[in-house]
């Protein structure tokens, strides 16, 4: 199983950018899937999820109502928008799928994720 996080670069406060993740070897259909990050120097953290319904997301309070994540079964891709970047979002993120079907484990916590992509950088300056 790969995942492949691809769209991270290098952007200005207020700006946008799209995270895609594609997945092969397994299908997401049926399975939450996540984004995590990582900031230099701290610990990996929640961002946001998806059900494997894609009727519910849940996102950490530090990007709620700028991060929207997304999925296309068909494609075997998940996405993350983020909108109105800041500084402090600057990390390494992270795609994740979970280990169990259907919704069975907490889609915030890591230890429910079983595959992991290698991570994209976001770069946000002042």
């Known amino acids: 199983v790969q995942l492949q996080a691809s769209g991270g670069g290098l952007v200005q406060s207020g700006d946008s950018l799209r995270l895609s993740c594609v997945v092969s070897?397994?299908?997401?259909?049926?399975?939450?899937m996540g984004w995590f990050r990582q900031a230099p120097g701290k610990e990996r953290e929640f961002v946001a999820a998806?059900?494997?319904?894609?009727?519910?997301?849940s996102s950490a309070s530090s990007v709620k109502g700028r991060f929207t994540v997304s999925r296309d079964n068909a494609k075997n891709t998940i996405y993350l928008q983020m909108n109105s970047l800041k500084p402090e979002d600057t990390a390494v993120y992270y795609c994740?799928?979970?280990?169990?079907?259907?919704?069975?484990?907490?889609?915030?916590?890591?230890?429910?994720?079983?595959?992991w992509g290698q991570g994209t950088l976001v770069t946000v300056s002042s």
């Open positions: 070897g397994h299908t997401i259909s049926g399975y939450d």
């Open positions: 998806i059900s494997w319904t894609g009727g519910s997301t």
């Open positions: 994740a799928q979970e280990r169990k079907p259907y919704g069975s484990s907490d889609n915030r916590a890591e230890s429910s994720y079983a595959y």
